[in-house]
């Protein structure tokens, strides 16, 4: 089955930028999407497919794509920003939705 | 705003049985793919399983696969999971969550609040 592998834990400063990666084979050539979850709450959708973002969602949330890697940008980092990201994607092969590990954003 | 508010969660002794409601209001439940996805304690989401907008396709985890059943009813918007044959390892608040769209490649834009089942002898 498919593997997405994040990084457990991403520190950044206030204003800084904060990249959290997600790796998968040829991820390239798939939707990724990404989801943000704040301790004792519910995940929320921050970016999808190639990029968008829900509405409500700040434009400092971006998404983008690398070889191998996708990834999840988080300009001018506010202190509540700090959360448990997610990836997410759909097997092909299984049809089944998979989950990357998660990663910790912590604020310094 | 959608809402999605689950229900029967709980303590269950291993090899029980437990079935979860998700009751779903403020959007056409009927033209929307539904799933269930879990998070164990401290840990990261999980995947449970998907049904189409009109049931006629469903999918599940290898994990849970043979022992869970998917089901909705559009004509009262709900969607239900059957659990049987519970284990350890199934402990974990379950989130019902909105496809943005009906089919595989969509992502998960609406989640319900989760309600946890714990199983334990």
């Known amino acids: 089955s498919y593997v997405l592998t994040q990084p457990p834990s991403v520190s950044v400063a206030p204003g800084e930028t904060a990249r959290i990666t997600c790796g998968g084979n040829n991820i390239g050539g798939k939707s990724v999407h990404w989801y943000q979850q704040k301790p004792g709450q519910a995940p929320v959708l921050v970016v999808y497919f190639d990029g968008d973002r829900p509405s409500g969602i700040p434009e400092r949330f971006s998404g983008s794509y690398s070889m191998d890697t996708a990834t999840l940008t988080i300009s001018r980092v506010e202190a509540g920003d700090e959360a448990d990201y997610f990836c997410q994607m759909w097997d092909i092969s299984t049809d089944h939705r998979v989950f990357g590990g998660g990663t910790t954003l912590t604020v310094l | 705003e959608v809402q999605l508010v689950e229900s029967g969660g709980g303590l269950v002794k291993p090899g029980g049985s437990l079935r979860l409601s998700c009751a779903a209001s403020r959007f056409t439940f009927s033209s929307y793919s539904m799933n269930w996805v879990r998070q164990a304690p401290g840990k990261g989401l999980e995947w449970v399983s998907f049904?189409?907008?009109?049931?006629?396709?469903?999918h599940y985890a290898d994990s849970v696969k043979g022992r869970f059943t998917i089901s909705r009813d559009n004509a009262k918007n709900s969607l239900f999971l059957q659990m049987n044959s519970l284990r350890v390892e199934d402990t974990a608040v379950y989130y019902c969550a909105k496809d943005r769209g009906d089919g595989y490649n969509h992502p998960f834009d609406s989640w319900g609040q989760g309600t946890l089942v714990t199983v334990s002898s």
């Open positions: 049904i189409s907008s009109s049931s006629s396709y469903k």
